[in-house]
């Protein structure tokens, strides 16, 4: 448990973290456009849910005249209100008050009238120094006294305590005897009663009254109150009760007890508004509003008609169940939506960011589920107006059966498709959440675009043919008629027409959603510069015209690359890489080479070798110039930025060890002191699994072709030993590959490049041809 709470800190201490360096990094005037932007496709998506907020429509009140026929088109409920309230009029009779009853009063009071007393009389003892020096008679000593009294008093119970009182006190030095009888009389006034200064009405009586213990936090109903006394009475016949409990005290100190108690006695029972407020509004939560029915086609009101109490109340439930609730609450509700997306969306943000791939750019990634958001809601409240349709056509129908036929996962499959599947999987829980406030009563819809969501995201995520929408579409149509049947099931409706009208709006809204999302594809695409599977199955067709042109003028680039691509894309498949991209970046890796294609060796006729009569600085520039021309190919052939990525990156910052070396031979002091910075690769190193992979598919590849005798045994130490080279470089240290990951890359590149290598089987008249021939094999 301490664990998980360290790690959710964690979490949010580096997502804090982020926001600042992003509000570092970026100017004032960017992050302003960034929120601007935010705010506004927010502001948009308020918009499609609450569109009542900001379309006209006749705000009636009871008293004035209807302007126009308002006609039910749905079934729905009204509350009636009058039956509620006199339910909860009812309740609020029977619920009794509560009172605070503070059960150690008397004892706190005792124990003040004792500490009281000892004080005083403690003062009158040590104060004969002080008499001396202040006091010249006995008038001035009682006084001095009774101010000494008087300040106590006053300051431990709030009150006066009169010179006639003070007299008969002061007569026994303020004795512990005397406050103790005082005490006597305290106890038996609350001993076993409750003492009020509230008049307990005949209501109280009837219902009884809760009396909360404070010290031990008990509550308990009365229904007796037999002990209950107001002080009011209590103080009237307090003398009587002296008489009886200070028996052998004299007259004087009885009166003078008495009247000090009057004065210090408080209620020990006290009518606890705030508790009792909150026993009544429980007890009016537990009543259920009463409603009565308006049926479908139902008139609600006439023009002309003068609206009264019960018609404004069918038109609020009309209007709220149709998303028009009024101005004022549709303004509260359209604030509080905003909120609430703007801090979903701020949660969210983390696991995008940590998920978003990484050849993806964070800002186009967001960009874009903020459109798929849009689109989707478009799509449902487009939806929505159609079942309002359908449902005024065909009166047998209602706008709730259509429901199902609304194309709820079309945003979610192009997460899956253009991003990846655990971000299409939050896109569809954020739908799902947002899609409750367009189905006030309907909780079942949320669910059933979630679930539906979560299949095609599954189902669709490694899509390679865009007839897989279709597909994908149907079944989903299939998984919706199963939903409906389990939700019908759930809510114990009749399995009756409608039940199969539902059936085959469920099928339409999933081949809807594989349809539409299918058309809307290569906008995204093309918009944000995305790279599907589908994109790169077409860009891997080797009848593209880049192809024929490279067969042509780099025949041995060419060769090189679709060799690449057969290594990289076995070694992609046994490490989980995307095997379809690490391969078809593969076929691209060296398009720049055609910019220069005689300068590199595959290219080269035999005998004949450009970089014979170029210094190795100059020559080491070409060489590295392949990097950036392959770059401007790929942008100007519209490839994608993962491709371009792994063009950048499929040679990181490594050496061009020969003319490196071939600089340090050289007698020239210029040229053999050069810094091996002018021979390396410019970078980045490999950011991903398939860019290590072409990184190492390329390297092994071109060095398989020195081999003289390619034998097993020769190709398995050249596999180890260049993956452990360009290792120990540092060439994979930004990239995902683990060292498990690199042995299961080498037994893959051997057992490719065996395959490739491998001797020929002699035939028997085929070699004793040879050997007529002076042949050797």
Same mark, same amino acid.
């Given at each position: 448990?301490?664990?998980?709470?360290?790690?959710?800190?964690?979490?949010?201490?580096?997502?804090?973290?982020?926001?600042?360096?992003?509000?570092?990094?970026?100017?004032?005037?960017?992050?302003?456009?960034?929120?601007?932007?935010?705010?506004?496709?927010?502001? %948009?998506?308020?918009?499609?849910?609450?569109?009542? &907020? $900001?379309?006209?429509? !006749? @705000?009636?009140? +009871? #008293? /004035?005249?209807?302007?126009?026929?308002?006609?039910?088109?749905?079934?729905?409920?009204?509350?009636?209100?009058?039956?509620?309230?006199?339910?909860?009029?009812?309740?609020?009779?029977?619920?009794?008050?509560?009172?605070?009853?503070?059960?150690?009063?008397? %004892?706190?009071?005792?124990?003040?009238?004792?500490? &009281? $007393?000892?004080?005083? !009389? @403690?003062?009158? +003892? #040590? /104060?004969?120094?002080?008499?001396?020096?202040?006091?010249?008679?006995?008038?001035?000593?009682?006084?001095?006294?009774?101010?000494?009294?008087?300040?106590?008093?006053?300051?431990?119970?709030?009150?006066?305590?009169?010179?006639?009182?003070?007299?008969?006190?002061?007569?026994?030095?303020?004795?512990?005897?005397?406050?103790?009888?005082?005490?006597?009389?305290?106890?038996?006034?609350?001993?076993?009663?409750?003492?009020?200064?509230?008049?307990?009405?005949?209501?109280?009586?009837?219902?009884?009254?809760?009396?909360?213990?404070?010290?031990?936090?008990?509550?308990?109903?009365?229904?007796?109150?037999?002990?209950?006394?107001?002080?009011?009475?209590?103080?009237?016949?307090?003398?009587?009760?002296?008489?009886?409990?200070?028996?052998?005290?004299?007259?004087?100190?009885?009166?003078?007890?008495?009247?000090?108690?009057?004065?210090?006695?408080?209620?020990?029972?006290?009518?606890?508004?705030?508790?009792?407020?909150?026993?009544?509004?429980?007890?009016?939560?537990?009543?259920?509003?009463?409603?009565?029915?308006?049926?479908?086609?139902?008139?609600?009101?006439?023009?002309?008609?003068?609206?009264?109490?019960?018609?404004?109340?069918?038109?609020?439930?009309?209007?709220?169940?149709?998303?028009?609730?009024?101005?004022?609450?549709?303004?509260?509700?359209?604030?509080?939506?905003?909120?609430?997306?703007?801090?979903?969306?701020?949660?969210?943000?983390?696991?995008?960011?940590?998920?978003?791939?990484?050849?993806?750019?964070?800002?186009?990634?967001?960009?874009?589920?903020?459109?798929?958001?849009?689109?989707?809601?478009?799509?449902?409240?487009?939806?929505?107006?159609?079942?309002?349709?359908?449902?005024?056509?065909?009166?047998?129908?209602?706008?709730?059966?259509?429901?199902?036929?609304?194309?709820?996962?079309?945003?979610?499959?192009?997460?899956?498709?253009?991003?990846?599947?655990?971000?299409?999987?939050?896109?569809?829980?954020?739908?799902?959440?947002?899609?409750?406030?367009?189905?006030?009563?309907?909780?079942?819809?949320?669910?059933?675009?979630?679930?539906?969501?979560?299949?095609?995201?599954?189902?669709?995520?490694?899509?390679?043919?865009?007839?897989?929408?279709?597909?994908?579409?149907?079944?989903?149509?299939?998984?919706?008629?199963?939903?409906?049947?389990?939700?019908?099931?759930?809510?114990?409706?009749?399995?009756?027409?409608?039940?199969?009208?539902?059936?085959?709006?469920?099928?339409?809204?999933?081949?809807?959603?594989?349809?539409?999302?299918?058309?809307?594809?290569?906008?995204?695409?093309?918009?944000?510069?995305?790279?599907?599977?589908?994109?790169?199955?077409?860009?891997?067709?080797?009848?593209?015209?880049?192809?024929?042109?490279?067969?042509?003028?780099?025949?041995?680039?060419?060769?090189?690359?679709?060799?690449?691509?057969?290594?990289?894309?076995?070694?992609?498949?046994?490490?989980?890489?995307?095997?379809?991209?690490?391969?078809?970046?593969?076929?691209?890796?060296?398009?720049?080479?055609?910019?220069?294609?005689?300068?590199?060796?595959?290219?080269?006729?035999?005998?004949?070798?450009?970089?014979?009569?170029?210094?190795?600085?100059?020559?080491?520039?070409?060489?590295?110039?392949?990097?950036?021309?392959?770059?401007?190919?790929?942008?100007?052939?519209?490839?994608?930025?993962?491709?371009?990525?792994?063009?950048?990156?499929?040679?990181?910052?490594?050496?061009?060890?020969?003319?490196?070396?071939?600089?340090?031979?050289?007698?020239?002091?210029?040229?053999?002191?050069?810094?091996?910075?002018?021979?390396?690769?410019?970078?980045?190193?490999?950011?991903?699994?398939?860019?290590?992979?072409?990184?190492?598919?390329?390297?092994?590849?071109?060095?398989?072709?020195?081999?003289?005798?390619?034998?097993?045994?020769?190709?398995?130490?050249?596999?180890?030993?260049?993956?452990?080279?360009?290792?120990?470089?540092?060439?994979?240290?930004?990239?995902?590959?683990?060292?498990?990951?690199?042995?299961?890359?080498?037994?893959?590149?051997?057992?490719?490049?065996?395959?490739?290598?491998?001797?020929?089987?002699?035939?028997?008249?085929?070699?004793?041809?040879?050997?007529?021939?002076?042949?050797?094999?």
């Amino acid at each position: 448990m301490k664990r998980a709470k360290l790690d959710s800190q964690n979490s949010i201490d580096t997502f804090l973290k982020n926001i600042r360096i992003y509000l570092q990094a970026k100017s004032s005037r960017v992050v302003f456009k960034d929120v601007l932007i935010s705010v506004f496709l927010i502001f %948009l998506l308020g918009i499609l849910v609450f569109p009542s &907020l $900001f379309l006209e429509r !006749s @705000e009636y009140r +009871a #008293g /004035s005249i209807a302007g126009e026929d308002v006609k039910a088109d749905r079934d729905f409920l009204v509350e009636d209100k009058v039956s509620t309230e006199a339910k909860q009029s009812a309740i609020l009779k029977i619920t009794p008050a509560v009172f605070d009853f503070d059960s150690r009063l008397s %004892l706190t009071l005792q124990s003040h009238i004792i500490q &009281l $007393f000892e004080s005083i !009389s @403690e003062e009158i +003892a #040590g /104060s004969a120094s002080k008499q001396s020096k202040y006091l010249g008679n006995s008038a001035n000593e009682k006084q001095y006294y009774m101010d000494i009294a008087r300040n106590y008093f006053e300051k431990n119970f709030g009150i006066s305590i009169s010179a006639e009182e003070f007299t008969v006190f002061y007569r026994d030095k303020f004795s512990s005897s005397s406050a103790r009888a005082i005490c006597k009389l305290i106890d038996k006034i609350y001993y076993d009663s409750y003492i009020s200064s509230h008049n307990l009405s005949k209501l109280d009586m009837e219902r009884g009254i809760i009396v909360h213990d404070m010290e031990n936090q008990q509550e308990s109903l009365i229904t007796q109150f037999n002990r209950f006394t107001n002080i009011n009475t209590l103080s009237t016949g307090l003398s009587e009760k002296a008489d009886r409990i200070l028996d052998g005290y004299g007259k004087d100190f009885k009166w003078a007890a008495t009247s000090l108690v009057r004065k210090i006695i408080k209620p020990n029972i006290i009518l606890n508004n705030e508790a009792t407020e909150e026993k009544k509004q429980d007890a009016i939560s537990t009543i259920k509003p009463f409603f009565f029915q308006i049926l479908k086609n139902e008139m609600i009101v006439r023009e002309g008609e003068r609206i009264t109490q019960t018609i404004e109340d069918k038109l609020e439930a009309y209007y709220a169940i149709k998303g028009g609730k009024g101005k004022k609450t549709d303004m509260t509700a359209f604030m509080g939506f905003i909120l609430i997306v703007l801090i979903m969306g701020m949660t969210l943000l983390y696991p995008v960011r940590q998920w978003n791939p990484k050849s993806h750019d964070l800002k186009p990634t967001l960009l874009f589920l903020a459109l798929a958001v849009l689109l989707q809601f478009v799509l449902i409240r487009f939806g929505l107006i159609i079942s309002d349709a359908i449902a005024r056509a065909f009166p047998v129908l209602s706008a709730q059966d259509c429901f199902y036929a609304i194309p709820f996962v079309t945003g979610s499959m192009l997460a899956a498709i253009l991003i990846n599947d655990r971000i299409s999987i939050l896109f569809s829980v954020f739908v799902a959440f947002i899609t409750a406030f367009l189905f006030d009563t309907r909780i079942i819809m949320p669910l059933y675009s979630f679930m539906g969501s979560l299949f095609a995201v599954y189902q669709i995520s490694n899509a390679r043919q865009r007839s897989t929408f279709f597909m994908t579409g149907l079944i989903l149509g299939c998984v919706n008629g199963v939903m409906i049947f389990a939700l019908h099931l759930f809510t114990v409706n009749s399995f009756d027409w409608k039940f199969l009208v539902n059936l085959l709006m469920g099928m339409i809204g999933g081949m809807a959603s594989g349809i539409i999302a299918s058309g809307i594809l290569p906008l995204f695409e093309s918009l944000f510069k995305f790279t599907t599977d589908i994109k790169l199955l077409e860009l891997g067709n080797l009848n593209q015209p880049i192809f024929q042109r490279m067969i042509i003028e780099t025949p041995g680039t060419y060769h090189h690359s679709i060799i690449v691509a057969s290594l990289v894309e076995s070694a992609a498949e046994s490490i989980g890489a995307n095997a379809l991209l690490a391969k078809v970046s593969a076929y691209y890796h060296d398009i720049g080479k055609m910019a220069k294609p005689q300068y590199f060796i595959e290219n080269q006729l035999a005998g004949e070798n450009k970089h014979d009569k170029l210094s190795p600085k100059m020559s080491s520039l070409i060489i590295l110039a392949h990097v950036k021309d392959g770059c401007e190919f790929a942008t100007q052939l519209k490839l994608g930025n993962p491709i371009i990525n792994i063009i950048r990156q499929h040679h990181g910052t490594s050496l061009v060890t020969f003319f490196y070396d071939k600089a340090k031979r050289d007698p020239d002091a210029n040229i053999n002191t050069l810094s091996d910075s002018d021979f390396r690769y410019p970078g980045p190193k490999p950011q991903t699994k398939e860019a290590g992979l072409v990184l190492l598919g390329d390297v092994i590849e071109a060095s398989s072709r020195t081999l003289a005798d390619p034998t097993p045994a020769r190709i398995n130490n050249l596999v180890h030993e260049r993956i452990e080279r360009i290792f120990l470089d540092g060439q994979l240290d930004e990239c995902e590959l683990t060292l498990r990951d690199l042995n299961k890359i080498a037994e893959s590149f051997i057992r490719i490049l065996t395959g490739i290598f491998h001797q020929r089987i002699s035939y028997p008249e085929q070699t004793a041809s040879k050997e007529g021939n002076g042949l050797k094999t």
